[in-house]
């Protein structure tokens, strides 16, 4: 039983509720669903905020009126988008002192650079780069220009850093029998095999191969994350893949939004409420297992 010492929290006491930190970056911020604001990007509709209702209505997490400074708050939820590892580090301070029961977190894809690989993939660099020198004929050549070298030079850094920021939460952010539960990153396009005729060779602005290497962008990042996570003690690691496949870009049913103007740039590429509820179901599975 993965999380049998967390759900087993104050067994013989008065009180057998837990508490919960969510931390991390935008795809725990719940960037990309609805009534997502501030520049934090903090939404209802994260997976933080429906996790911690399945926890209440289960009668495992206090109400926030239940909640007292002297215990400090059931639950508390600092995620933020755009969050580097630094940037986590600063959530955890906000935590103060308290020790939590369990923490979920999401950290890693912008520290390496992975929205910019995307800005990349999707030309934008290209074409703002060629209509500035004037030429039209650049602006058209559209297309990755990194390749799986670089994506081992861009994810070989981060294990030290994540290595660390694990170390620090279970040291001074845990309880006795908490688990820090760390999430990777669900892939945002189908593989272009699964693609319909009807999609050609593009889809939502990208070509096939760069779509395959976005996706190969980001089982490096996962395994990154997933190595690091089982190599610290009380670290769970949630494999997120599964819970979205079928459901990428290109798919018939995306749970990724695509490219997005209104109401805010950032959700683009960013899980909507769907794929926010299959990231709770994933980590809800994980504490029940």
Not at 88 to 95: H, K
Not at 237 to 249: E, I, S, T, Y
Request: include cysteine.
């Amino acid at each position: 039983m993965v999380l049998a010492g967390l759900l087993a929290v104050g067994c013989g006491s008065e009180d057998d509720s837990l508490t919960y930190a969510a931390i991390g970056d935008s795809y725990s911020s719940g960037e990309g669903t609805r009534d997502s604001g501030d520049e934090c990007g903090r939404s209802p509709a994260a997976y933080p905020e429906l996790l911690a209702e399945q926890l209440r209505s289960e009668g495992r997490l206090e109400a926030a009126s239940e909640s007292t400074e002297q215990s400090g708050p059931a639950f508390v939820f600092v995620a933020c988008s755009g969050a580097e590892i630094p940037d986590v580090e600063s959530q955890l301070d906000a935590l103060g002192d308290q020790r939590f029961d369990l923490v979920t977190l999401t950290v890693g894809g912008n520290d390496v650079g992975f929205l910019d690989t995307l800005i990349d993939c999707v030309g934008a660099d290209d074409v703002i780069g060629a209509l500035l020198d004037r030429d039209i004929g650049r602006a058209l050549e559209r297309g990755c220009s990194f390749d799986e070298t670089e994506l081992e030079q861009r994810t070989g850094p981060l294990a030290e850093g994540l290595d660390e920021l694990y170390e620090r939460i279970v040291g001074e952010h845990l309880a006795d029998d908490g688990r820090l539960v760390v999430l990777g990153y669900p892939q945002l396009f189908e593989d272009p095999s699964d693609w319909s005729a009807a999609e050609g060779d593009s889809c939502d602005g990208f070509a096939k191969a760069d779509a395959q290497l976005l996706r190969a962008a980001a089982e490096k990042l996962n395994a990154t994350i997933r190595e690091t996570a089982e190599g610290t003690e009380r670290v769970v690691f949630v494999d997120q893949v599964p819970a979205f496949d079928g459901h990428g870009r290109c798919s018939e049913e995306p749970w990724i939004n695509g490219f997005e103007i209104r109401p805010r740039v950032l959700a683009s590429f960013h899980p909507d409420e769907s794929g926010h509820e299959a990231s709770a179901r994933a980590v809800s599975e994980t504490i029940e297992s």
